[in-house]
């Protein structure tokens, strides 16, 4: 039954990598752009929720209504002040662009809110609890996998039947063609990006109010939301919440084997998958 | 009779004055650097030990990302790999540590060929991110490990039986050997046959694939060279702390310093690296005490090389005065 348990508490935990790794599915999918800075974004985010939510009182609602919309700012003006000017068949201009933007804000956090781990209480909606025979699960770790699921399926549906969506999906298969055919790929470009830091807003005030948050904590939230995409199937929204349950489920029946092998449990399943399956679970190919 | 096509007369020039001007000092200099014990202060010597890692380290990752295109956020596995398998085989295992500094490259030759089979199935930007998460593996794993002391790292000890001046004359080798094959051996790589297939592949890697040129395996192969690179200049590193864990020798921070270096000096290009070396290295003995600031500021300017000035100082020099050190290129002059 133990097992049983760690197996439902990684799931709970999959729901909130899934919110980190479906904003870089997009990206990746349609710009072929990898967000180093994607973490940072995550824990800086939460930092502004937590001096909001000390200065005024707000309550996490509250707080997520502010910062998504905060988030999908931040990504637009990242994606037209520095994505647009080294998106192209080269890798190498944008990773190291967002990889220094990284640095940047680590240390940028380190300089306003030090190096203190910080959360968001959440009142008495962290410690309830539900029960289901004999397996427990918090009530804060099942509304973040709810609205992850939300989220998925709100994105797919969106990228299926919206004009934007089309527009996205011809961006990413040609962006040529797509330009050709009056699609602004620019500004489909800096939407996506949009969304994809917006989702962190929401992402960021779970985070906090589940765990701590650090400045230097955005290096390992940016990996799982990479291992969770790879291992679900690249360019997949619903790959990437699938592969975020998986991830989860590795890590927590990790830390139950032993407190150290937890994370290390994660690494070795990403490797794993990458070994036997390397165009993911969820892919057809 | 159609006349025969005359060739002009034409000879191949592979060095320049500034060249040879450069050779004879980068010579010099890793003549010199073993005689440092018998004349410099431990000060400087420590200097020259730092700035030699550094180089290499740099000048490593330039030949992956630079040339080969694989970019990597993770060689400090690589380093941790080296300096453990130094600290092993030295402190456990009773070796000669001068002698185990150079069998340490064994342990980061060997991990980089699984690295390498399965980190290739991913696409560009995402196996920059496999490097890290095999790298984190690595830091996670030795932290488990109870014979390497796990998080608590190792120390050398085997280094109180040698005096001071011997360890410094030893580790001044040391690092002139490092110096000689990394900076050295990326010279003569990129001047023999291969060069011309680094240097297409850096330029456009489908046109040089459909020159006849392997891509795939040449990538293989500059990988596991770049690791044993990285691996020795770890060794050399942590032979001079005398001491290592796995937060320091697998800290993500060293990719951060590779970046920041080549990015600043200039890609793809031999001087680059070492001009971005030396930047940092002097930056940060003058401006490190700004600490975060300082790293703001690095962070900043590596962004803002890769939008506004990809080809890094180097280029910047080369717009005002084409005097290469390390010539790659063949010129044809005509004779007159």
């Not at chain 1, 029960?131 to 509304?143: E, K, R, W």
């Not at chain 2, 290295?281 to 700004?290: D, I, K, L, S, V």
Request: with cysteine.
């Amino acid at each position: 039954m133990q097992w049983v348990d760690a197996v439902v508490q990684g799931v709970l935990l999959g729901g909130l990598y899934a919110q980190y790794a479906i904003g870089m599915a997009l990206m990746f999918g349609v710009m072929r752009i990898v967000n180093i800075a994607h973490g940072d974004f995550i824990i800086l985010l939460g930092l502004i929720g937590i001096s909001i939510a000390t200065a005024w009182g707000l309550g996490s609602a509250g707080l997520i209504l502010l910062l998504v919309p905060l988030g999908a700012l931040i990504g637009w003006l990242l994606q037209h002040s520095v994505l647009n000017k080294v998106i192209g068949t080269d890798p190498i201009p944008s990773l190291i662009a967002t990889f220094g933007l990284s640095i940047a804000l680590q240390n940028f956090m380190l300089q306003i809110w030090s190096a203190d781990t910080r959360s968001l209480s959440g009142g008495t909606l962290s410690v309830a609890s539900v029960s289901l025979g004999p397996i427990h699960a918090g009530v804060l770790p099942v509304i973040v996998l709810a609205c992850a699921v939300l989220l998925t399926g709100g994105l797919d549906l969106v990228l299926r039947y919206t004009a934007f969506g089309r527009g996205l999906r011809a961006s990413a298969a040609d962006h040529n063609a797509a330009t050709l055919s009056g699609v602004n790929t620019k500004e489909v470009y800096a939407l996506a990006t949009a969304i994809a830091v917006g989702i962190l807003g929401m992402a960021a005030v779970f985070q906090a109010m589940r765990t701590t948050i650090a400045p230097p904590d955005g290096g390992a939230q940016l990996i799982y939301a990479f291992e969770a995409v790879i291992i679900g199937g690249m360019g997949s929204i619903w790959g990437a919440f699938t592969g975020s349950m998986i991830l989860g489920v590795a890590q927590v029946v990790g830390f139950r084997i032993d407190p150290g092998w937890g994370i290390l449990l994660g690494h070795i399943v990403f490797l794993i998958v990458l070994a036997a399956r390397p165009q993911g679970l969820m892919s057809r190919g | 009779m159609e006349a025969p096509v005359t060739h002009p007369s034409v000879t191949v020039q592979r060095q320049t004055t500034s060249s040879k001007a450069a050779l004879t000092l980068a010579a010099l200099i890793v003549l010199t650097i073993p005689t440092m014990p018998f004349w410099a202060s431990g000060g400087y010597i420590r200097w020259a030990v730092e700035l030699s890692c550094l180089i290499a380290i740099a000048q490593m990752w330039n030949l992956l990302a630079g040339y080969a295109g694989l970019l990597s956020v993770g060689q400090q596995a690589f380093i941790g790999a080296g300096g453990y398998a130094l600290f092993v085989l030295a402190g456990k295992l009773g070796v000669n540590p001068f002698a185990a500094v150079i069998l340490s490259v064994g342990l980061p030759f060997v991990l980089a060929i699984p690295f390498y089979l399965l980190l290739k199935r991913l696409d560009g930007p995402y196996f920059a991110i496999g490097t890290w998460v095999v790298a984190e593996a690595l830091r996670l794993l030795t932290s488990n490990i109870s014979y390497v002391n796990g998080g608590g790292g190792l120390s050398l000890r085997v280094m109180a039986e040698y005096s001071q001046h011997q360890r410094a004359i030893g580790i001044t080798i040391l690092s002139a050997v490092l110096l000689l094959l990394t900076v050295g051996g990326t010279y003569w790589l990129l001047r023999s046959r291969h060069g011309l297939a680094l240097t297409a592949m850096r330029d456009d890697p489908v046109a040089a694939e459909s020159q006849g040129v392997n891509v795939a395996r040449l990538r293989f192969l500059i990988y596991i060279a770049a690791a044993a690179g990285t691996g020795l200049a770890g060794a050399v590193y942590y032979m001079a702390q005398l001491r290592i864990t796995p937060e320091s020798g697998f800290d993500p921070y060293w990719a951060s310093i590779c970046i920041f270096v080549v990015m600043v000096g200039g890609i793809g290009r031999i001087e680059g690296a070492i001009i971005g070396a030396l930047v940092y290295f002097f930056a940060t003995r003058f401006f490190g005490q700004y600490g975060a600031t300082y790293l703001i500021v690095l962070g900043l300017l590596t962004m803002f090389m890769a939008l506004y000035a990809p080809g890094g100082i180097w280029s910047l020099l080369t717009k005002i005065r084409d005097w290469p050190w390390f010539p790659t290129a063949r010129l044809l002059v005509r004779n007159r």
